[in-house]
């Protein structure tokens, strides 16, 4: 019972940090005909003010011609990497590259060698590690 306060309490505190952090990013766009209040106290209206901004920056993303979004743009290539670079630290944003639809036909082509290869045993993991943890030893010994 106490574990599960602990990981509920756990979960709270880093939902309240994200929403923070979720406030903070936001607080440079202004709506206008509204005036940002800072006395901003609780979470509920850190939420509510978030989802005010992200619903004006919806509709103003809807509002923009289709050709403005072009992604050869330079300044799209320079928001895009900055964005990036901010966020790349972070451990829940992990940037995942996918290769051409053409360099994954070539791959599966040669799929039936791979089956063919040598596949040790748990036996020979093991004699294999052992005789790594012997010469790391000896080089250790000797120095």
Do not use: W
């Not at 996918?98 to 993991?125: C, K, M, N, Q, W």
Request: aromatic fraction near 4%.
């Amino acid at each position: 019972m106490r574990a599960h306060m602990l990981n509920n309490q756990k979960r709270l505190i880093e939902f309240e940090n994200i929403i923070d952090n979720m406030f903070l990013r936001l607080q440079g766009i202004s709506i206008p005909g509204k005036e940002d209040s800072g006395a901003v106290l609780g979470m509920e209206e850190k939420l509510q003010h978030c989802e005010q901004k992200l619903q004006f920056l919806k509709e103003q993303a809807a509002a923009q011609p289709e050709d403005s979004t072009d992604e050869q743009s330079e300044t799209f290539a320079k928001v895009r990497n900055l964005l990036e670079e901010r966020t790349a630290g972070e451990k829940q944003n992990l940037r995942i590259s996918f290769e051409d639809e053409d360099a994954t036909e070539d791959d599966t082509l040669g799929f039936e060698d791979e089956e063919h290869d040598y596949i040790p045993s748990r036996e020979d993991v093991k004699k294999q590690g052992q005789q790594l943890i012997r010469m790391n030893t000896r080089r250790r010994k000797k120095k």
